[in-house]
């Protein structure tokens, strides 16, 4: 009987038998096996029917081969990340993946923010929507804007016909004029106040949505703020108020330590005003997010100041910081656009009259008037854009440091609906400042 090649058994269902003498490896698996329902041939072809059994074992000499690294990890060698949108494939020399920073779907990241951040994302939601943003303001500066270009035309023409004609007014006149241009201010102040504060917490909307990269319209923004333009006046309403009872207290105090101590009752005076400012700012600050928190959570006034009182909590120092900031900013490049302009128009009223007739004198004024009530109105609206946008930045990012605005804006982000509302309304609130008795249902 020839030889047979143990790599090689011959056709057949049973396999050579074991050669008589060798022993048996232990690790061999053993012959006798549990009948199968079919075998199959080691030759190529076919099933055939029959039992299966496994041929002897016959060890080989061990060879290493050269060392591959990372071949004895299952899953590969580690790969690394790059934070942008690129992969930039398998690194070896990095035992971990490489940070990834948080997405960006819209004008500002989705983790609490920098400062810079705060006002990139402000001036970002102003250029992305500006028929919304630009618009509102101009609503917001039209009323001060008419009064600034009214004023100039009724005032006296020259420094002498303004003394000549306060000098013709008896005291009870005077006393009369006063009290009505006092009145007149403040209820322009006033009105002036419930304007800006529903235009800030309609403006919240785009700014919330340019968030995860959705842009809004001016008709749009008001269908999703209109049903809380009451709850916008009744805070504005609130804070009127409360600043007049303040000064009618102060005024009050004052005028009965007067009577009382003469001139010694300044000791107590200069304090309690310097009290009564620190507090008012101070208020201020906590109440900066309110109009923002209830646009944005549909609550009432009150329930915004609470809220607005939650959020800002361990935060103070910080948002009046960034209040001030961009006030200054603000205030430094409206004069820097305004001052130019005033100094134009004066120019062109020397030289284009210089007799200083008086028709020429009251045409050129008029026209001075109203290109400074244009330009005074255009830079105002963008200035109340972009303040306001930085304030309900600044809402958003209170809410992710605090209470974990961002995962439900991820979870938004990743599940794709956009139902045309307000990203962050719905969101349940946990901690101090909850406004409802039941958890509102997650979105996405």
């Given at each position: 009987m020839s030889e047979q090649d143990p790599q090689h058994p011959p056709s057949g269902n049973?396999?050579?038998?074991?050669?008589?003498?060798?022993?048996?490896?232990?690790?061999a698996p053993p012959h006798q096996q549990p009948q199968q329902p079919w075998g199959i041939s080691p030759q190529w072809g076919s099933p055939q029917p029959g039992p299966y059994q496994p041929g002897p074992y016959q060890p080989g000499p061990y060879?290493?081969?050269?060392?591959?690294?990372?071949?004895?990890?299952?899953?590969?060698?580690?790969?690394?990340?790059?934070?942008?949108?690129?992969?930039?494939?398998?690194?070896?020399?990095?035992p971990y993946p490489a940070y990834m920073a948080p997405?960006?779907?819209?004008?500002?990241?989705?983790?609490?923010?920098m400062f810079g951040e705060i006002m990139d994302g402000a001036f970002q939601t102003v250029r992305r929507n500006p028929k919304a943003m630009l618009g509102a303001g101009l609503l917001a500066q039209a009323l001060g804007a008419v009064i600034a270009s009214v004023l100039p035309l009724v005032a006296p023409a020259s420094d002498a016909s303004a003394e000549a004609w306060v000098?013709?007014?008896?005291?009870?006149?005077?006393t009369s004029i006063f009290g009505a241009l006092v009145g007149g201010f403040l209820v322009v102040g006033v009105v002036s106040l419930f304007i800006a504060l529903v235009m800030q917490g309609a403006m919240v909307v785009p700014v919330a949505r340019s968030i995860l990269n959705r842009r809004t319209g001016f008709r749009q923004m008001w269908l999703l703020a209109r049903g809380r333009a009451w709850a916008l006046v009744r805070l504005a309403g609130l804070g009127v108020a409360a600043v007049l009872l303040g000064i009618a207290l102060i005024v009050l105090?004052?005028?009965?330590?007067?009577?009382?101590?003469?001139?010694?009752?300044?000791?107590?005076?200069?304090?309690?005003?310097?009290?009564?400012?620190?507090?008012?700012?101070?208020?201020?600050v906590k109440l900066t997010v309110a109009p923002a928190a209830i646009v944005v959570e549909d609550v009432g006034a009150l329930d915004g100041i609470r809220r607005s009182w939650a959020v800002t909590r361990g935060n103070w120092w910080r948002v009046l910081g960034i209040v001030l900031a961009v006030s200054l900013?603000?205030?430094?490049?409206?004069?820097?656009?305004?001052?130019?302009?005033?100094?134009?128009?004066?120019?062109?009223?020397?030289?284009?009259s210089p007799q200083d007739l008086a028709s020429q004198s009251t045409a050129l004024q008029v026209?001075?008037?109203?290109?400074?009530?244009?330009?005074?109105?255009?830079?105002?609206?963008?200035?109340?854009?972009?303040?306001?946008?930085?304030?309900?930045?600044l809402y958003m990012d209170l809410r992710m440091r605090n209470e974990g605005l961002d995962i439900a804006l991820l979870r938004l982000l990743e599940s794709g609906n956009d139902d045309g509302g307000i990203p962050g309304r719905g969101v349940p609130v946990y901690g101090p400042g909850r406004y409802s008795a039941g958890p509102p249902t997650m979105p996405g």
């Open positions: 049973r396999p050579p038998e074991q050669p008589a003498g060798q022993p048996h490896p232990p690790w060879q290493p081969g050269p060392y591959q690294p990372g071949a004895h990890q299952p899953y590969g060698p580690p790969q690394q990340w790059s934070s942008g949108p690129n992969i930039a494939g398998p690194n070896p020399a990095a997405p960006k779907p819209g004008v500002v990241p989705l983790r609490p923010l000098g013709n007014l008896g005291p009870s006149e005077m105090a004052t005028v009965g330590l007067a009577n009382s101590m003469g001139t010694g009752s300044l000791v107590i005076v200069l304090p309690l005003f310097l009290a009564f400012v620190a507090a008012l700012i101070w208020v201020s900013l603000i205030g430094i490049i409206s004069q820097i656009v305004l001052i130019p302009v005033t100094l134009l128009a004066a120019l062109l009223t020397a030289v284009a026209v001075g008037v109203v290109v400074m009530a244009v330009v005074s109105a255009a830079v105002g609206a963008v200035a109340f854009a972009f303040q306001t946008s930085v304030m309900a930045l």
